[in-house]
């Protein structure tokens, strides 16, 4: 069992920036890919980015491509989402999730354990 917990959400304007962390406790956390996910209200939720289980691959959604960065600290059980140039559209409540395998094309179902989400909210 992993436990995670979200954390740095808030409110920005457009073209602000943000860290989300996530700390995960109760597993071998090096053993679990990692990835962030968001769900606006009315919406599905949909893959952000997700990191393998050393940070030496990611892989991100086309609509953060080059204003995010996903990344990873075993020896804290922690994996951070950086967010620069943020977009209204971005607004969403942000979930950290661990999977037990990498996937080519990343989706909720193939995520175990799950955060209870950190809101961002991005002002235009």
């Known amino acids: 069992q992993v436990q995670l917990v979200e954390s740095g959400g808030g409110l920005v304007q457009a073209g602000g920036s943000l860290k989300l962390s996530c700390a995960a406790s109760?597993?071998?956390?090096?053993?679990?890919?990692m990835g962030w996910f968001r769900q606006a209200p009315g919406k599905e939720r949909e893959f952000v980015a997700t990191?393998?289980?050393?940070?030496?691959?990611?892989r991100y959604a086309d609509s953060v491509k080059g204003r995010f960065t996903i990344s990873r600290e075993n020896a804290k059980k922690a994996v951070y989402l950086e967010m620069n140039n943020l977009k209204p559209e971005d607004t969403a409540l942000y979930y950290c999730?661990?999977?037990?395998?990498?996937?080519?094309?990343?989706?909720?179902?193939?995520?175990?354990?799950w955060g209870q989400g950190t809101q961002v909210t991005v002002s235009s």
């Open positions: 990191i393998v289980y050393n940070g030496a691959m990611t």
């Open positions: 999730a661990a999977a037990t395998r990498w996937m080519a094309e990343p989706q909720p179902v193939h995520y175990t354990y």
């Open positions: 109760g597993g071998a956390f090096s053993n679990y890919v």
